[in-house]
């Protein structure tokens, strides 16, 4: 039964047990999410205290892991992934630290008892903020991912004997890499972990062959996918790399919307794709396939998507005032405001009610007075053939104050085109006039608007990627203003 005004709630129950039990911890509390019974621990930092917060080193998985699992068993301080000086580079180190003594990776300051792990969000495009996550919230996440992944994949008759293992494909440092951690430790396995300073398909293929467990998930970013989808059909989905992906029980895609045409190609393949919504401050994915995970609430409000659950976290750290405007209470019951704007709708083959996401609210200009979401421009234009992974940002102008810039890797778009030195060409829309492809970027984008069409193309070598795989608006921004000089006129 699905409550009213607005809001979907999930009530699915799965039969599975949690199968790892480290330390001599005790128990401070069972919890159930579809069928996982979650042992919450209570240590010498427990939720009425406080414990410190350690960096530990990012680039060493073990290192997180081993650091995660003692803040998980309550001796530990809790833990910030990070790269770069002050981290800490020693499993051993970085486990043995606790709270009673010891200064390792530097200690930044003290947090919540309950805070186990404690993620600095990208800044793609805000400033960065750190996100306090407890031990409930990410055992509740963890739990109710494989209890969404036996009901759409597995056969839930006896979980418990069932080895489950992931390859790790993302930084430690962001939540979906963390979280592939947290979910091997609540498996009791090893991750394979995929190495090398740059994704290829090939690498990929080779280490999910080191994976041994019956059950085999990973989770990526669209343009991992996109690089696997290339490979495989180039295989005629016969080769290493399409018998490796098809291997995998689930594969996670979040970060940022899934172009359909990935989804429609993988889905021709065979591949066990799952498209995850949320965000840090959810613990990771909170909706897999537009449908919310054991326990997690969605809503609408004025447009904007709202989450609430047990996976939300504490707030930011040190931040009280973003805090505040970020989570707000509503009869008791704490909400996040994701400030993506988004609506829900039936699934026609499911019959139940979904989550669309339409584009971050916040990512908004005003254009000739004219409001303009491009996260909405950019949807469209992503839809378009050949043009998956565009990015729209704003540019300055004289005449409009704004207007929407279209950035596209020239081997999407024109691979003859000739690049100067610094690997970046500009058009401006009257240079493209008799550019037919130009003409319908302009075309389906005035469905949002006459100000929605772009007014600047901006053909580069490569688009910048933030470590999380998302692309760097805020860098994509800054060059299209140096190379604009604020005289993008036409809107």
Request: aromatic residues 4%; proline residues 6%.
């Amino acid at each position: 039964m699905r409550p009213s005004r607005g809001v979907i709630r999930s009530s699915r129950s799965v039969n599975l047990t949690g199968r790892r039990s480290r330390g001599s911890s005790s128990v401070r509390r069972p919890a159930r999410f579809g069928g996982w019974v979650l042992a919450v621990t209570a240590g010498s930092s427990g939720a009425a205290g406080l414990r410190r917060l350690v960096r530990v080193d990012a680039s060493d998985p073990a290192v997180v892991t081993a650091a995660l699992e003692r803040a998980l068993d309550g001796g530990g301080p809790a833990v910030l992934p990070t790269a770069g000086p002050g981290a800490t580079a020693d499993a051993s180190a970085a486990a043995s630290t606790s709270d009673s003594g010891g200064s390792v990776g530097g200690v930044l300051q003290r947090v919540p008892g309950d805070v186990v792990l404690v993620i600095e969000t990208s800044g793609s495009t805000a400033e960065p903020k750190r996100v306090m996550l407890t031990e409930g919230a990410l055992r509740a996440s963890a739990a109710a991912t494989y209890a969404r992944f036996d009901e759409l994949f597995g056969a839930p008759g006896q979980p418990a004997e069932v080895a489950r293992q992931w390859l790790l494909t993302l930084p430690a440092s962001y939540v979906a890499g963390a979280q592939v951690l947290m979910r091997s430790i609540l498996a009791g396995t090893e991750p394979v972990v995929l190495g090398g300073e740059h994704f290829t398909a090939e690498g990929f293929a080779r280490a999910a062959g080191a994976l041994t467990a019956e059950r085999r998930y990973v989770s990526l970013v669209p343009a991992q996918l996109s690089r696997l989808l290339d490979a495989a059909e180039t295989e005629a989905g016969a080769g290493p790399v399409a018998l490796a992906v098809a291997r995998f029980d689930a594969i996670l895609v979040g970060g940022q919307a899934l172009p359909p045409s990935l989804r429609s190609r993988a889905g021709e393949l065979g591949w066990n794709l799952v498209t995850s919504y949320g965000s840090s401050e959810t613990s990771g994915g909170s909706l897999y396939n537009g449908e919310p995970l054991d326990g997690v609430r969605v809503r609408i409000r004025d447009g904007e998507v709202q989450l609430a659950g047990p996976v939300l976290c504490a707030g930011y750290l040190g931040d009280p005032r973003r805090t505040a405007e970020a989570f707000v209470e509503d009869d008791g019951e704490r909400w996040y405001r994701t400030s993506d704007g988004g609506r829900l709708e039936i699934d026609e083959a499911t019959g139940r009610e979904r989550l669309v996401v339409t584009g971050r609210l916040d990512n908004v200009i005003v254009s000739g007075g004219e409001k303009v979401l491009l996260g909405r421009v950019e949807g469209i234009v992503r839809r378009l053939p050949g043009l998956e992974g565009a990015v729209v940002v704003a540019a300055p102008s004289e005449q409009w104050g704004q207007v929407p810039a279209l950035v596209v890797e020239a081997s999407a778009w024109a691979p003859e085109t000739p690049l100067p030195g610094v690997g970046v060409a500009l058009l401006d829309a009257r240079a493209l006039a008799d550019d037919e492809r130009w003409r319908s970027v302009r075309g389906a984008t005035a469905a949002a608007g006459r100000a929605a069409r772009p007014a600047l193309l901006v053909i580069a070598r490569s688009i910048p990627l933030l470590p999380s795989g998302k692309p760097d608006r805020r860098s994509l921004e800054d060059l299209v203003a140096r190379l604009s000089h604020g005289g993008a006129d036409e809107a």
